[in-house]
């Protein structure tokens, strides 16, 4: 079995991701393209925006090779369950959504079943072998492909988002921890904490 070999240029993603797969290469990809799309650099503020659909590991590529984190408040999470990166330049106001196309692991029937065997903790040697050679081709395609054959290019159907704000921190009347003013709730006259205030729904 032909083991991948991490090129240079994605090493450091590997690094600060923990380790190389096909996840992780997607979002290496799409921020490659996102830098050429939008003829941009790793971010030192706020100066790129990213959206991103997922919260896989590609996501940990975006952050590395874009400088877009949630602490500085330019990485925003919205759960579609995609990969798909939208990335936005404040100086320019130009911006592109990269959709990818196909499936980040296995696709073939054989490679589900290996996938579950493996996850599930019962694959034997050789199947597991096999899972890793087929993880090892999916990781090579991903990183040699050209571009248009992984991601839809798009412009984003959604507004630039404003820059992070530092709001007033208040207690909890409830647990007594601090917490951000625009996260409080209002119970029984009481300013709470999410933790603290219990969801209220009626079903739907």
Excluded at 61 to 90: P, V
Excluded at 118 to 136: H, I, L, S
Excluded at 139 to 167: H, N, V, W
Aim: with cysteine.
């Amino acid at each position: 079995m032909k083991k991948f070999e991490i090129p240079a240029e994605l090493a450091e993603s590997v690094r600060f991701h923990g380790h190389v797969c096909p996840g992780l290469i997607i979002g290496y990809r799409a921020a490659r393209l996102a830098e050429k799309a939008l003829d941009l650099h790793r971010d030192q503020d706020e100066e790129l925006v990213a959206v991103v659909e997922n919260d896989a590991c590609g996501v940990d590529a975006i952050q590395w090779l874009l400088g877009c984190t949630l602490g500085k408040g330019n990485l925003i999470f919205r759960d579609q369950g995609k990969h798909a990166f939208t990335i936005f330049r404040r100086d320019t106001g130009k911006a592109v959504r990269l959709v990818f196309k196909g499936q980040a692991g296995a696709s073939t029937p054989e490679g589900i079943a290996l996938r579950r065997k493996v996850m599930g903790g019962t694959a034997t040697p050789e199947e597991t072998a096999r899972f890793e050679e087929q993880k090892n081709q999916r990781m090579q395609y991903l990183m040699t492909a050209p571009a248009e054959a992984l991601f839809d290019c798009k412009q984003p159907g959604f507004e630039l988002p404003s820059r992070a704000r530092i709001f007033d921190s208040v207690v909890c009347e409830s647990c007594g921890e601090v917490t951000m003013e625009p996260r409080l709730r209002l119970v029984d006259g009481k300013k709470v904490c999410l933790a603290c205030a219990k969801p209220y729904h009626r079903g739907w």
